[in-house]
């Protein structure tokens, strides 16, 4: 594994861009997104996954050109249309309006159809805690879970964020509705390490923490059984009602051709109604009291700040022959 | 088991109610919210919990004569102080202002502090699919759970309900953040059978399906494992923070007495985007790719329709013993 410094990563993922045809700002701004989700060491969702977004780029699934568009408007709640732009760009403008619109109104709320794969979901979260307040946002995917009680794949995993803002590090939590992704399934298959908890069934319907029967069975578990199998679904049809856009059972099942998703952003505007200081302490004491009830327990973000420190002191790590093709190119 | 009609059961908590010192009107609507939840199957949130609310209210933890206040607002963000009332209908008004708020704005939150036990959160998700919204809440409770890496509670199991208005049936799904509440654990010792997943952990630490064993080492399991346990507190993170309320670690631990609560009432105004037979289109489109997905498989709220219907017509379910008790108050 080489270790790449953040800017020359960027940079580089930015040089690619531009040279594909991508605006330079707008290549800047999507390519940091995906350096700083290596940064941050959700490695599946970085630079791993740039080669995927460039081959969906050019078989036409994402255009680069598109910006999104607002097509409707009630108070502090609106519709936009992606126009299948690149997923990370739209997500973010999509996060900054809800933002925009909890300045105004307290709350706000952006609804993103016909958009593309948001890659880290976490970076909306990191965007809304950065900017003060406290955001939510979960996406539809393609269908790739078995709900409660069938065996084959009628929901999303659907990944749901919710980020409160803390100066003594944000509070972030980024989950998917499955309880392992078929990328830590393949992680663990490779290491030849059991799952530490069952992740699914095999072939033959039972639990297993085998990662390769369940690569097989292709039904990994919703999390927390019949409970996750109905957020799953309460998340996508909250996503496609409200935006007006596709829901999972409508969404291209081919991964390189998954496209139209739909996406909520909710900003909460907290300083709007106490000081941030006041905010800062009850959110300390609410840590605080996390961490004292065992020796290892973490809070949702606090490793991704270990992480971000370590890679920015020693550079992100990336696999060599992913950085010699990506310099090739 | 009692087969007692339903106007026959809410009319006998209202009497009941009313002889303690309740307002008329409010004991109505008090006793109905019981009746319902028992109506549509919760049973351990009804009328089987009615004696623990007359508890609660003869050791001071619930004041029935309280109602809740707006204490701060911003455009489609209201505080309110529930000022220890009954929790039912706190959380009943407080999802009725949020509906009202969503009218004008789109959407509405109203953020609720120092209230008490809700009692069914679904009854308010009902409450917004009836009104047209859609409607998502959740309150935080005593600490009942240990976080994820911990053998002592220090989360409440927050219950999390999200609910979609359908002409052909509401879509409400009421999850509670543990796999399995101390209600369902006593349920399944007392008839014999095991979990039929892992619940939580025995006293050596071993995941296990003995509810008896969970019972015993008060270490119920977070639905998805460290996913839930995030997910926990970040509920209770955001309800505390934006109520100006209390959070799970500052709430009394004593079941009778656990007060203070802090919860969150989100509106959606969908229909001021887009005509109501749209959204019941594109929501029965996904009803029903779900429901084609596998013979056993339910959407949110499918049984509750159906267990309602049955104790329409056949009388609610009441245990005998229950029933005697209540007559005699």
């Known amino acids: 594994m080489l270790r790449v410094p953040f800017t020359e ?31 941050d060491g959700v490695y599946s969702h970085g630079v791993e996954r740039f080669p995927r977004f460039l081959e969906m780029i050019c078989n036409g699934t994402v255009d680069i050109h598109a910006t999104p568009e607002c097509t409707q408007q009630f108070g502090a709640l609106e519709r936009w249309d992606g126009h299948r732009g690149p997923g990370n760009l739209n997500a973010w403008a999509s996060m900054a309006r809800a933002i925009e619109l909890s300045a105004d109104h307290g709350i706000g709320c952006v609804a993103l159809a016909n958009t593309n794969h948001w890659m880290r979901g976490g970076s909306y979260g990191w965007q809304a805690a950065d900017a003060g307040v406290i955001g939510v946002c979960w996406t539809n995917t393609l269908a790739n879970l078995p709900p409660w009680g069938a065996s084959v794949p009628a929901l999303g995993n659907n990944p749901l964020i919710i980020a409160v803002p803390r100066p003594a590090g944000h509070v972030v939590l980024d989950v998917a ?13 490779r290491t030849g390490h059991p799952l530490p908890v069952d992740g699914g069934f ?15 069975s292709q039904r990994p578990l919703p999390i927390g059984y019949w409970k996750g199998s109905g957020l799953a679904m309460m998340l996508d049809m909250v996503a496609a009602l409200l935006s007006g856009g596709l829901a999972t059972h409508q969404i291209p099942t081919e991964p390189v051709k998954e496209t139209g998703l739909s996406q909520i952003f909710l900003a909460l505007n907290l300083a709007k109604l106490q000081p941030t200081e006041a905010s800062a302490q009850a959110a300390d004491a609410i840590v605080d009291s996390l961490l004292a009830s065992g020796a290892s ?5 606090q490793q991704v700040l270990k992480t971000r420190a ?10 060599e022959e992913l950085w010699d093709n990506l310099l090739s190119l």
């Open 9 to 39: 990563l960027a940079s580089t993922l930015a040089a690619i861009l531009v040279r594909i045809g991508f605006d330079p700002n707008r290549a800047e701004h999507c390519a940091r997104l995906f350096a700083e989700t290596t940064r």
């Open 177 to 189: 509705m499955s309880q392992f992704s078929y990328g830590a399934l393949a992680t663990y298959r």
């Open 202 to 216: 095999d072939a033959e319907g039972h639990l297993t923490r085998d990662p390769a029967a369940i690569e097989a």
């Open 297 to 301: 327990v973490r809070y949702p973000g």
């Open 310 to 319: 370590e890679n920015l002191a020693l550079g992100l790590p990336v696999r």
